[in-house]
Each structure stands twice: as structure tokens, then as C-alpha cells.
């Protein structure tokens, strides 16, 4: 991890899953990040029952050459969420009987935080590179299922919109079929929170086979989609009660593909202007006026 952005909303998705003593450290790190920041190595061994060797080891499997980078990396983002707009401290639990504007507080902190610790760690290079090979595609295929199949099918709604020859499959085999057909030059986009999906994996190793760029959006980065993928974009999440990790990642997922296809339509300016300004011009006639006459009614 050359970059420390999203570093603890990375802890968060992947730290359970981690080795048992890798995991302690990273819940001692996220139940008091403040204090983990000016921590000596020592110290933070010393609080999650572990050795400065594993201390040494966490930072290393994390992408840091040692603690004294990752502890660095702790303060930046800690500092960068104490100046954040919103109040993200809040509880997650939701009560049957709990009032709906604490509900809208609890969802709302959950959602801000995903956002803001998935724009943390995005990599815009990434960005760059995808939105780059999506302009000059001949073929662009997006698949995903559940939950992240609406993001997949908002990404491919976009992207026809400025007139990129993409196709969002709802189908596993229709999409393995037609991963098959890709071509060096072509892009497969896989959406899966859990990067374990087994038909997501599937399409984008038969893409890779094929030569097409493969781009997973996961909120595990060491997952099998992850390990297929030539690009991986890492999406936070927030759960709440009522909202498991799978349906919370779904604003993540749409922050991540909004930027690539932004950047597309930077990349292509001139043919999504045109093409923005016909399909507005092609519904328009659908859309009722601004001013809709007042319906009178009689007294009764």
C-alpha cells in the first residue's frame, strides 16, 4: 500500500479475516486510532496481546516497509477524518422502535464514511488507465450480481449514454460467452462485494484469457476476483443494522465507477456533448412542462 488513504477503512472490510494475531492488532488499531497513531511499536504490542515481531509483520503484509510508516499512515487519516464535515462516530445499531431521524443519522454517517474512505484509497492512476482503455474499447463488458448488479447496470446506462459499445449481463452464461468474444483492447468490468462470487470470478478470468483489461471493484483486495483482475479499485463499507456489508457497498461501488466514467467522458468530450445533448433532446418530449396547470376544484 504506497498510499495510506483508506488504510482503516481497510482494516475494517479485511481486518476479521486476517491471521488471529494480525486481527487483534488491527482491532486495537481501529477501537482507538488516535492513540494507535503516536503509539511505539512496543506499546501496541503490548495492547493487542502480541509480539513487535507480529506488530512488524502486520505493517509489512499492509504494504509498509515497517510500523514506523504505517503508524505515519495512521495519523494522516486520522487527522484527515477530524477535520471531515460530517460526525461519522455514530452508532450503527438501529432499533426496532428507534425514531426515523435517528435512523436517517445512523444511515446517513454509515454511507458518508463508506464514501469517504473509498475516495481515501482510490487510485487515480487506476482511474486513468481504466477510463483511457474504456474510450478506445471496441466492446465493454460489465457483470455483476445482487446488489452489485445495480451497480453494474447504473455503469452501463452511463456509458451508453455517451455512445461507449458496452453491455451489462444479467446472465452468467450469457456473460461467460461473451467474455469469451473480448479482444486485446477490450474491458471487462467484475463488481463483487465479497470478491468471492463464483460466476463474477469466472467472466473476468475468461476476459483475461482473452486479452481484454479486467477491472474488479471488491471490498477485499486480496480476493479471488481481486487475484484475476488487472486492476482492482477497493470499495469501503459501512454496515448498519437492517443493511449488511453486501447491500451498504452499493454507494462505494457507484462513487468508484461515477469517477471512471467521468473520466471517460472527459477523455471523449466532444461525442458525449453531442451525444448527451440528442438523448436529452430524444426523451424531452416525455418530460411534462415546468408549469403544469393548477386543477381547480368545485366546492362541494
Known amino acids: 500500500m504506497g498510499d495510506s488513504g483508506g488504510l482503516l477503512g481497510k482494516l475494517r472490510v479485511e481486518g476479521p479475516g486476517m491471521p488471529e494475531a494480525l486481527a487483534k492488532i488491527a482491532a486495537t488499531i481501529l477501537e482507538d486510532p488516535e492513540t494507535a497513531a503516536h503509539a511505539s511499536i512496543v506499546d501496541l504490542a503490548d495492547r493487542s496481546g502480541t509480539s513487535t515481531a507480529t506488530v512488524t509483520r502486520f505493517s509489512r503484509t499492509l504494504g509498509f516497509r515497517g510500523y514506523a510508516n504505517l503508524r505515519v499512515a495512521i495519523a494522516t487519516e486520522t487527522g484527515r477524518a477530524a477535520q471531515a464535515r460530517w460526525d461519522t462516530d455514530i452508532s450503527s445499531d438501529i432499533a426496532p422502535e428507534d425514531p426515523l431521524t435517528h435512523v436517517l443519522s445512523v444511515v446517513t454517517a454509515a454511507d458518508t464514511r463508506a464514501i469517504q474512505d473509498t475516495a481515501a484509497g482510490l487510485d487515480t492512476a487506476a482511474v486513468e488507465r481504466v477510463a483511457a482503455a474504456i474510450a478506445e474499447a471496441n466492446r465493454v463488458e460489465i457483470f455483476g450480481l445482487g446488489s452489485s448488479g445495480t ?64 477491472v474488479a471493484v471488491t471490498s477485499h483486495s486480496r480476493s479471488p476476483l481481486a487475484e484475476v483482475a488487472d486492476v482492482v479499485f477497493t470499495t469501503a463499507v459501512q454496515e448498519t443494522t437492517f443493511r449488511l456489508a453486501a447491500l451498504a457497498a452499493l454507494h462505494s461501488q457507484l462513487l468508484v465507477l461515477d469517477l471512471i466514467y467521468v473520466a471517460v467522458a472527459q477523455r471523449t468530450y466532444e461525442r458525449t456533448a453531442e451525444a448527451l445533448e440528442l438523448t436529452v433532446r430524444a426523451v424531452d418530449a416525455h418530460r411534462l412542462p415546468e408549469k403544469i396547470p393548477t386543477r381547480k376544484r368545485g366546492r362541494k
Do not use: C, K
Open 151 to 214: 451497480s453494474a447496470r447504473e455503469m452501463a446506462f452511463r456509458l451508453e449514454r455517451i455512445r461507449v459499445p458496452v453491455w451489462h449481463r444479467t446472465d452468467s452464461h450469457t456473460a461467460l460467452t461473451n467474455a469469451a468474444l473480448l479482444l486485446p483492447g477490450d474491458v471487462a468490468i467484475g463488481l463483487s462485494h465479497s470478491g468471492r462470487t463464483r460466476e463474477v470470478i469466472e467472466t473476468l478470468a475468461e476476459a483475461a484469457d482473452h486479452g481484454a483489461l479486467t
